[in-house]
């Protein structure tokens, strides 16, 4: 319900800013608040709920909400609830104003968003963004003001045109008349059913006349088996069934749309005289949507892309890394000599370092994503790589995340954000961790080089070379087959086509991709922090503990080594690396392999540093450290056979490509899917396929002749 003047007097207005994906919403949102934004989710959702102060002329203050982007109100799955919930005010507190955001590019399409919410009879503004793109006749305001009945008003964020006036208009609407209720006059077969439905939906949800006819008309087009769609009355979904089996053969949703766009298209010619042209986007469009043009473009953008969150960021993360090794150094320094030094050190100091090390890479993917979006290109790489993503359940908008997992899972989990289905989201998150992240490079190299020749294959190919190569390989096609199983079993649900509203290319805003990687930036560093975080210093404790007596100060380095691995040997680690023996024995594996396993969980590479503790090498250690595949290759079971063989090593790493050992990983998708449920299934299911995967590996080499 509307707010009257006495209630606005007493408490901020909240005004909603609503409208398709790349309208410009966001920078008009930043235009009007000062870019004062505050970052939640809205509840029960993992998408984030962006709000803002802003003033308005005469001193009015005001609450901003950007809605995330929406071509309807007609949700089919769960996260595109948040339009609807937004502009209703389901969960959430209703809006006393809804502001239009509409492309005047995309004239026509824009206003079906704009019908929708007339009928619902919301007080509301249009605003007529991005008019300074428009090339020709642009849209005329009064005509669309004329036609909706509610004010209009041109625009441009980019440049900043109509803004003040737009301010000017916002406060008038707050404090004036509720508009008439905007009604459309639809096929009979179509009335019945709304007919039949108002008074259910009046019932369920204590609804106006007027609304409850136009969320009947929601219901029909958003209702069905496939829909993600939740707290919707059981008599709500029953009356809906009993609609659409009564309807035979009729076809709801084309009469309820093909109405609307019928409608809009019969008052075109009102609207603008000369069509808009995008002349720039078009010419530009010819090479970016060829079939090989633009795949060639698009491969160049991926390589630029990998290229800095591969190498690029390497500077920032040596830089991060080296300060807090002296911040470490300077703590043992400073502190005396406990076990809470230990602790801050080891375990506080580290788990933050372990957090903040993944930073560079995650501000650069999202300086990228923003780029590519704001520009509009992110729209048309989705468009290209749908052909190639739909075989295995996907659209385009997968590509991308699956992409940057080469460098990172966690920034790749966070940027499946940019798809809409939380169907197409989790299932792009759960495949995400087999491609072979820079984590995992130490600990290939360390067993490629200790227990694989360095000879060459038909002479020229390195054969240490080929099995780097293999495993990227491996992983890559772990993912889309693990991709098609779980989008027929656990995520089954029907492909979606990808449907995209190509916008103009244009020079993106670096204000907003700023932006951008400053909210993603902080909501790393807070949220899935902590996670990581606490499960560090858990870590820490099994392997530091119960320690042995430490050797007397006169101690050689030899010694002092030699008691660290007997301290791991008997920590909380080594007592569960031995007890999972039995388990990882059939892969080749023993006990202390297990408990770098165990120490991997932290992050991959540490199983290098842990198996430099298990075979007292030290833990300063990395993958060229000679003197520890030395010990590796030295290492002899009880009976005398050698515990590292090219069998084996290749059954750890395929254990290594496939099972989920990152707990940053784990946090990450605990942080985006709300819960423990979905990584706890990562976990579990990723292992069990590492394990099948190993034992087959490790037993089927077994009984081949190859010197294995």
Known sequence: MRATAAALAHRRPLVALVGNPNTGKTLLFNRLTGSNARVGNYPGITVERRTARGELPGGVDVELLDVPGAYSLSARSAEEQVAIRSVLGWGVRPPDLVVLVVDATQLLRNLYLVLQVRELGLPCVIALNMVDEVEGARPDPRAIEALFGVPCVPVSARTREGIDELRATLARALHAAPPTPFRLEYPPGVEADVEALTPVLRAAWQL?????????????????????????????????????????????????????????????????????????????????????????????????????????????????????????????TWLP???????????????????????????????????????????????????????????????????????????????????????????????????????????????????????????????????????????????????????????????????????????????????????????FLTDAGTVILACTVLLWGLLSFPKLPEPGPDATHDELVAWQAESLEASYAGQLGKAIEPVIAPLGFDWKIGVGLIGAFAAREVFVSTMGLVYGVGEDVDESSTSLRERMQQSRHADGRPVYTPRVGLSLMVFIALAAQCMSTLAAVKRETGGYRWPVFMFAYMTAVAWVASFVVYQVSGMTHYPF
């Open 208 to 332: 106006p006349a007027g609304q409850a006819r136009a969320m009947a008309l929601w219901a029909l087009t958003s209702l069905d088996e496939d829909d993600e769609l939740a707290d919707i009355p059981d008599e709500v979904r029953e009356a809906v069934r009993q609609r659409r089996q009564a309807a035979g053969g009729r076809d709801i949703d084309q009469e309820i749309i093909g109405t609307r766009y019928a409608w809009l298209d019969a008052h075109a010619g009102a609207l603008v005289g000369v069509h808009a042209r995008r002349g720039l986007t078009e010419r530009v469009d010819r090479v970016l949507l060829h079939p090989v043009a633009g795949f060639g473009v698009f491969v160049a953008t991926m390589l630029v892309i990998f290229q800095s969150l591969f190498s690029w960021s390497d500077p920032f993360v040596t830089a991060i890394e080296s300060l807090f090794e002296v911040t470490a150094g300077l703590a043992r």
């Open 337 to 523: 000599e406990s076990v809470l030094t230990d602790l801050f050190v080891e375990g506080i100091i580290g788990g933050v370092g372990n957090v903040v090390v993944f930073l560079p890479q995650i501000l650069l993917l999202f300086f990228f994503v923003g780029v590519m979006e704001d520009s509009g290109y992110m729209a048309r790489a989705a468009y290209l790589m749908d052909r190639v993503m739909k075989a295995i359940g996907l659209h385009g908008r997968a590509f991308v995340p699956m992409l940057s997992g080469y460098a990172c899972a966690v920034p790749a989990i966070m940027a499946t954000r940019t798809m809409e289905r939380q169907r197409d989201r989790l299932l792009t998150m759960m495949v995400i961790p087999f491609m072979t992240c820079s984590a995992r490079l130490p600990v290939y190299t360390l067993i490629i080089a200790a227990l694989f020749p360095p000879r060459r294959v038909l002479g020229v190919l390195s054969l240490q070379g080929l099995m780097m190569m293999a495993m990227y390989l491996f992983g890559t096609m772990a993912a889309l087959v693990s991709a098609a199983v779980l989008g027929r079993t656990v995520l089954k649900g029907r492909r979606e086509p990808l449907l995209l509203e190509l916008p103009p290319i244009r020079l993106p805003s670096m204000a907003s991709v700023g932006r951008l990687m400053l909210s993603r930036g902080k909501v």
